[in-house]
Structures are given as C-alpha cells and as structure tokens.
C-alpha cells in the first residue's frame, strides 16, 4: 500500500495563491490520483483528477483557478490553486481513490 502525505496548507486571503504537495511512498504511475476536501460537518467533496494517462478533470467550482499536476519520477502530486476565495476552505486530501488510499489532509484557510 502507498502511503500519501499533503502539506502546504495555510491561511491565505482571498484572490491569493497556495500550492499544495503530496508525496508518496512508492510509485504513483498506476494510479488515478485526486484531491477532495472536507469542510466540518460536510462531506469529501471531489476537487480535482488525473489519471494514470495524465487526463485531468476538475469539479466546476475550481475549474479555472486550480491546477492538479504530478512528477512521476518524484512520486509527487500537486494542487496549485489560484484567485482563492472563502469558500475554498477546507480540510484538502490527495489519494487514489479508487484504491482507498488516503493522506492525512492538509488544512486550507481562506480569509482576511
């Protein structure tokens, strides 16, 4: 089982920028990978894909300020995310889902 550990959360303001990062433990190539985040009290709620042929999909909300992206010599995966508003905080997750494996999640606050 891969392991998967975010970091680079943080309180930004609004219209800022973060990039998060998720390095894992072994080789990601055969993976879809994605990022979800949770709010308290909501749901994980899916934010972003790529697949194992690099094809990338995002939830509307972010479509256009976020970017998912990964080194696959560096078994890491990012999520730049760009023109942040209030509403994109969050608990943020990477992982592959459709192996159940998870990080630890990274914390993401937008505000003044």
């Known amino acids: 089982q891969v392991e998967f550990v975010e970091s680079g959360g943080a309180l930004v303001q609004p219209g800022g920028s973060l990039r998060l990062s998720c390095a894992a433990s072994g080789s990601i190539r055969g993976y879809t990978m994605a990022w979800y985040r949770q709010t308290p009290g909501g749901q994980r709620e899916f934010i972003a894909r790529i697949s194992v042929g690099g094809i990338t999909n995002y939830t509307e909300s972010v479509k256009g300020r976020f970017t998912i992206s990964r080194d696959l010599t560096r078994n890491t995966l990012w999520l730049q995310m760009n023109s942040v508003k209030p509403e994109d905080t969050a608990v943020y997750y990477c992982?592959?889902?459709?192996?159940?494996?998870w990080g630890q999640g990274t914390q993401v606050t937008v505000s003044s």
């Open positions: 992982g592959a889902p459709n192996r159940g494996y």
